[in-house]
């Protein structure tokens, strides 16, 4: 998704709202070697990300300087920025098709019922008058 802003540096953007997504940012950060700053959507001015509401509504966001990802292709993005080859074979694995359209239907299917899901809310429930 070729998108223009000014970050220097990488930065993993998640609802901050979803008790669920917070638990697998939290998982991600003590697993992975090298783990972005994670913001919050609920944190920032998205804008300065060129995102919108609907952007960070919809997925969880790994922006670099040049990218962003958003979805399943910012799981891939950033397991392709790790220094273990293994992780970064995964990230490239989940980013190729028909591996990458399985992770996106996987992805959606969680985004939709992550208020279902352990550690999920009522806050995460896309359907919530919250939102």
């Not at 223009?4 to 998640?14: A, C, G, N, P, T």
């Not at 040049?66 to 993005?77: E, I, K, V």
């Not at 098709?97 to 429930?125: E, F, M, N, Q």
Request: net charge positive; charged share 20%.
């Amino acid at each position: 998704m070729p998108r223009s802003s000014s970050i220097d540096r990488h930065v993993l953007i998640y609802d901050g709202d979803c008790a669920f997504c917070t638990l697998w940012v939290n998982r991600l950060r003590e697993w992975l070697p090298r783990f972005p700053e994670a913001k919050t959507s609920q944190s920032i001015a998205i804008e300065d990300y060129a995102l919108t509401p609907l952007d960070v509504e919809k997925f969880a966001w790994y922006i670099t300087p040049t990218h962003h990802y958003g979805g399943a292709l910012a799981t891939s993005a950033l397991l392709r920025a790790q220094p273990r080859f293994a992780l970064r074979l995964l990230g490239w694995l989940l980013a190729t098709p028909p591996i990458s359209w399985l992770a996106s239907g996987v992805y959606a299917l969680i985004a939709r019922y992550r208020h279902k899901l352990p550690g999920g809310t009522p806050a995460c429930d896309p359907a919530s008058p919250t939102r």
